[in-house]
């Protein structure tokens, strides 16, 4: 074998060799590039579904954040709403005082309601001693109510009762245009056993028990029933 038969033999072997590294060459590039392709999608797909999990978890922290500010929104107005309605009642309550105030400057239909308030208060005690305590600018049709309604009791119960006017002790005087202190519509307030068992029953505390039971009808009457309203799905 001659020099050029062994510089062609060398040189095929060469070329195979070549041939073969980047035929292995390609091929490790192409698995490198599928690899690459393959984790560059699967990153992308897990940072896609992450980024979705994220503006999903905002979306729903928005929804919350927007069902609590519109919870407190509304809140908010039916606490104003309560407030004013509150005032209205408030309104009504010193419209009716106003007219309580009245009632006493008809002398005639006074005593008669002096009369039945004492009445009542006789037959809620029960006790045989009773003191009432009156307004004094009450004193002059005092003696009279009190002797009517004892009358009426025994006529009632057929028990008798003493009834004595506190002429030391009296209730406020009847509202003006230039009250500051305390005032009393009318009315009495009796007591028993030296002040032990007491019944209030002056016009003044009849309104406050009849508003306190009758708010929930005239609430009704001035804004309607009360409607249940659903705030959150």
Excluded: W
Aim: glycine share 4%.
């Amino acid at each position: 074998m001659d020099d050029s038969q062994i510089s062609a033999q060398l040189k095929q072997m060469q070329n195979f060799i070549l041939n073969e590294a980047q035929d292995k060459a390609d091929e490790i590039k192409a698995k490198a590039t599928q690899e690459f392709t393959s984790e560059k999608g699967r990153i992308f797909q897990s940072e896609k579904l992450k980024i979705i999990k994220d503006y999903e978890k905002k979306v729903k922290q928005i929804e919350v954040q927007k069902k609590i500010n519109l919870s407190n929104e509304l809140n908010k107005a039916r606490l104003s709403v309560l407030k004013v309605r509150e005032e209205c009642l408030r309104e009504v309550v010193s419209e009716a005082h106003k007219k309580l105030a009245v009632i006493s400057q008809d002398k005639e239909r006074y005593a008669a309601v002096l009369k039945n308030l004492i009445l009542q208060g006789l037959n809620k005690l029960g006790e045989d001693q009773v003191l009432i305590v009156f307004r004094q600018e009450d004193l002059p049709i005092a003696d009279k109510a009190c002797s009517e309604a004892a009358a009426a009791y025994k006529a009632k119960s057929g028990k008798s009762v003493t009834v004595t006017v506190d002429k030391q002790r009296f209730l406020p005087p009847g509202p003006k245009a230039d009250s500051k202190g305390p005032t009393c519509c009318g009315g009495v307030i009796l007591s028993a056993l030296e002040g032990r068992i007491i019944c209030k029953n002056t016009l003044d505390a009849r309104l406050d028990i009849c508003f306190d039971q009758m708010t929930p009808i005239v609430r009704t009457t001035l804004y309607g029933p009360t409607e249940s309203r659903k705030f959150f799905d």
